[in-house]
C-alpha cells in the first residue's frame, strides 16, 4: 500500500520489451540499501516489484497486464517518473489509501495557472468517473489529490506549486496520458451493496453473506 506523497522522480535508463511483457530500469535517488528485492515501488502509480538493484537504479519486471492497462508501456528512455517506496506498518498516512492498481487510463483535456497554482483538467471512462466525488481523494501518476469538480466524463484538480515542482506533473501538456486509481473506499462500498440495488433487499442474510455479521 501507499500513500500517493512522492518520495522522488526518477529518469528511465531503458525499456526492454520482453514479447508481451518488459524490463523497466529507472535511475533514482532512492535509498537502494534501504530497498531489497522483491519490495515494491509505486513507477507512476503503479505497484511495481524490484527484481535488481545496482548503484543508483532499480529494475522491474511488468507484466503484460500492466502494460497493456497502465501507461507503463509507453514510457522511454529519459522520461521522467514519479517514485514511492510502499508503506511500513508505523508510517504516517499523510495522503490518501493508494493501492498501486491502476484504473484506467486518464487523459489531460486543460492545464491553466491560477495565481501559483495549476488547474488540471482530465477525462477518463464514464465507468470510472463514478467512483470521484468534489473534495475526494484520487492518485494521478501515483500522486494523491483532492478532486475539485467531477463530470460524467472527467474532473478537475488543483495542483499547489510544491506538487507540481517535486512530481513529473509540470511536464505535463494537454493530450497526455496518465494513470488514474480512484478512491478504493467506493469500490468497496459499490460491491457490498450491490445485491441490494438489484433488489435482493436487506436482510440477515445479505448482512451476513457481505461480512457485516
Known amino acids: 500500500m501507499f500513500t500517493g506523497l512522492i518520495e522522488t522522480t526518477g529518469r528511465i535508463t531503458t525499456c526492454e520489451r520482453r514479447g508481451a511483457a518488459a524490463v523497466l530500469t529507472v535511475a533514482t535517488t532512492l535509498p537502494i540499501s534501504e530497498i531489497s528485492i522483491g519490495d515494491s515501488v509505486s513507477v507512476n502509480g503503479a505497484c511495481l516489484t524490484v527484481t535488481a538493484k545496482r548503484d543508483a537504479a532499480l529494475t522491474f519486471d511488468v507484466s503484460p497486464e500492466s502494460l497493456t492497462s497502465t501507461t507503463i508501456g509507453s514510457l522511454r528512455n529519459g522520461h521522467s517518473v514519479n517514485l514511492e517506496r510502499a508503506m511500513r506498518l508505523g508510517d504516517r498516512m499523510g495522503g490518501h489509501i493508494v493501492t498501486g492498481h491502476i484504473d484506467c487510463i486518464g487523459k489531460l483535456a486543460s492545464m491553466n ?3 501559483g497554482n495549476h ?3 482530465f477525462s477518463l471512462p464514464r465507468e470510472h ?5 468534489a473534495k475526494g481523494s484520487v492518485a494521478i ?3 494523491s489529490l483532492t478532486v475539485n469538480s467531477v463530470r460524467d466524463e472527467g474532473f478537475s484538480v488543483n495542483i499547489i506549486p510544491h506538487t507540481f515542482t517535486n512530481t513529473t506533473l509540470e511536464e505535463l501538456k494537454t493530450g497526455d496520458l496518465v494513470n488514474l486509481e480512484t478512491d478504493i ?3 468497496y462500498v459499490e460491491r457490498l451493496t450491490s445485491p441490494w440495488k438489484s433488489g435482493g433487499g436487506l436482510s440477515m442474510k445479505a448482512l451476513a453473506e457481505n461480512g457485516f455479521i
Open 141 to 143: 501518476n501515483g500522486v
Open 129 to 133: 468517473a463514478r467512483y470521484l466525488i
Open 113 to 115: 495557472e491560477i495565481s
Open 185 to 187: 473506499i467506493g469500490k
Open 119 to 121: 488547474v488540471l483538467e
